[in-house]
């Protein structure tokens, strides 16, 4: 039967969203499992195509890593142009996925640089291809009617999001310690799979916005629009320093951890285990931030988006003081306990929850109707996929210099915290400044 083409008109939360949230869960599992082992596969358990071990150091790998993140953000681009010029976003989401499943097949196969390098090639993009056609398409199920509830679905998309991360957390690196790299890229592979069929199965329950190519063009040039799209891309350019600090989660500070007491509540965990930390606390915060801190501080001014990002800034310096202090009593001889990491992860995911989902909400609002998965990709193109170039050529720059890198110890992390502190002071003023407008989707008559 033929597709809807438009929103139902409806008060009510659309058919289709349980769908999206299914496959986003298992979508996640599998790109934040894979990426959880990265690290500790790189440093530990690479090998040649003789089986002889083919090991990076610490800069290495972490250019590598960040590299990796920049291209998966960097695809989008890509994706989304796809989405709403030819394929629509659904079959661009069905296609890619295919993709991304084969990147899953390739890590688990081969653990050769080769394989590393095409395995994580393919799942950039595959996974960048789809994130702003999956972001797009969950916004195109709404309508006027019930445009009320696109915080609420954006917010349970997000904790989607970080269910599944969680899981994938703790599971995967019990995998690489235990089965081996074949295995735990394995899982994360099959998880994917999960991911495309749910999405299917839902096919016959979403509003399909078609491409129109011409409509596209007219949107694009238009004035107003334009100008609106400068202001949103000097917005993801600051919001690219807190990606910056955000993803080396997965790099720097499980490199810090492995130097640190790592027994919590009397238990030893692993050092890249303590990523689950981040969607655990994201699944408790979104809660508690939506119930009472934005009704709280709505009482007292309004609680834009703009200054919700702000917010988000500041308490991001906060998150990098605490490993850069942590780095200098371990450059001291002592080995701190992994609590005061876990610590650091308070303030980094709330920083998250102000900025993250409110620029994917804000990015979808600020578009025109045809041109939703291109700005959902310009948002990742120059949010995550800058911020993570910005690491990984810092890293590289270590990589060359070696020990007479100024980077070097605690003087990494503060060199970060400095970056950070001025981006949220700067962003202040363009905050004011910035003036946008808001559009939806029509819905069915």
Not at 376 to 388: D, E, K, Q, R
Request: with cysteine; aromatic share 16%.
């Amino acid at each position: 039967m033929p597709f809807r083409t438009s929103p139902e008109a409806t008060p009510h939360m659309p058919r289709g969203v349980p769908y999206i949230v299914g496959n986003e869960f298992a979508e996640r599992f599998s790109f934040y499992g894979m990426r959880a082992v990265l690290m500790v596969f790189m440093t530990t358990a690479l090998r040649t195509h003789g089986g002889a071990a083919d090991l990076m150091n610490e800069a290495e790998a972490a250019k590598w890593l960040h590299a990796y993140m920049a291209g998966v953000y960097y695809t989008p681009l890509l994706g989304g142009l796809v989405a709403d010029l030819w394929l629509g976003k659904y079959r661009t989401i069905i296609w890619l996925s295919l993709v991304y499943c084969l990147g899953h097949l390739v890590l688990a196969l081969d653990c050769t640089r080769d394989g590393l390098f095409w395995g994580l090639t393919l799942v950039a993009l595959g996974a960048g291809g789809i994130k702003p056609c999956v972001a797009a398409h969950v916004g195109d199920q709404f309508g006027r009617s019930n445009a009320h509830l696109l915080t609420r679905v954006y917010n349970w998309f997000y904790f989607s999001i970080n269910v599944g991360s969680t899981f994938s957390m703790l599971l995967t690196p019990w995998l690489m310690k235990t089965w081996g790299p074949h295995v735990a890229f394995g899982v994360p592979g099959v998880l994917m799979f999960l991911a495309t069929l749910v999405f299917w199965l839902g096919r016959n329950t979403f509003a399909h916005i078609p491409p129109q190519p011409k409509r596209f063009l007219s949107d694009l040039l238009q004035p107003g629009f334009l100008k609106s799209l400068a202001g949103l891309i000097m917005i993801y350019i600051f919001a690219a320093m807190f990606w910056s600090l955000f993803d080396q989660t997965a790099s720097r500070w499980v490199e810090q951890a492995q130097h640190m007491d790592l027994h919590m509540f009397g238990h030893a965990v692993l050092p890249d285990q303590l990523q689950s930390l981040n969607p655990i606390l994201v699944m408790l915060l979104i809660p508690l931030f939506s119930i009472w801190l934005y009704p709280f501080v709505n009482r007292f001014l309004d609680f834009t988006p703009l200054r919700k990002i702000s917010l988000g800034f500041f308490i991001a310096v906060l998150s990098f003081v605490i490993p850069a202090l942590v780095e200098g009593w371990i450059a001291a001889g002592a080995k701190p306990s992994i609590w005061w990491q876990a610590l650091a992860y308070v303030p980094i995911t709330a920083a998250e929850i102000l900025i993250s989902i409110t620029c994917l909400e804000f990015s979808y609002t600020q578009s025109p109707p045809r041109l939703k998965s291109f700005v959902m990709s310009i948002y990742y193109f120059f949010s995550v996929a800058l911020g993570n170039t910005f690491t990984s050529l810092v890293n590289l720059s270590i990589e060359k210099a070696g020990l007479s890198s100024s980077l070097q110890g605690a003087g990494y992390y503060w060199f970060f915290v400095k970056c950070m502190a001025v981006t949220a002071v700067l962003f202040v003023f363009m905050a004011v400044l910035y003036r946008g407008n808001t559009y939806l989707q029509e819905e069915e008559a």
